[in-house]
Nanobody
Framework: QVQLVESGGGLVQTGGSLRLSCAASVSVFSFDTVGWYRRTPGKQRELVAT???????NYADSVKGRFTVSTDNAKNTVDLQMTSLKAEDTAVYYC?????????????????WGQGTQVTVSS
């Protein structure tokens, strides 16, 4: 059973920084893609940042240059360093991990989610 547990959310002022961490119950090496999504009230969950097992990263345009996704393979964590925070970054942030089973036909994607952590940026 894969579990993802986020931590590090909280209240921060505009322009401040915050670091989110997601602890996985298994090795992060076992996932094809890991990353972070966020949801604000009345909106769909949106991609923030992802990283493939090969190290390729993908960021939402709104966070490029401000957020950095990384993994700590020794600790089995997926981290999100957030800087220059804006009020519009306020959301519940969710950790995500995807494992692709290529031995099956059709290929099956296993999608895992954390419970979410609240980030509030005040002006």
């Amino acid at each position: 059973q894969v579990q993802l547990v986020e931590s590090g959310g909280g209240l921060v002022q505009t322009g401040g920084s915050l670091r989110l961490s997601c602890a996985a119950s298994v090795s992060v090496f076992s996932f094809d893609t890991v990353g972070w999504y966020r949801r604000t009230p009345g909106k769909q969950r949106e991609l923030v940042a992802t990283m493939t097992s090969g190290g390729s990263t993908n960021y939402a345009d709104s966070v490029k240059g401000r957020f950095t996704v990384s993994t700590d393979n020794a600790k089995n964590t997926v981290d999100l360093q957030m800087t220059s925070l804006k009020a519009e970054d306020t959301a519940v942030y969710y950790c995500n991990a995807v494992r692709v089973d290529r031995s099956r036909r059709p290929i099956i994607n296993y999608d895992y989610w954390g419970q979410g952590t609240q980030v509030t940026v005040s002006s």
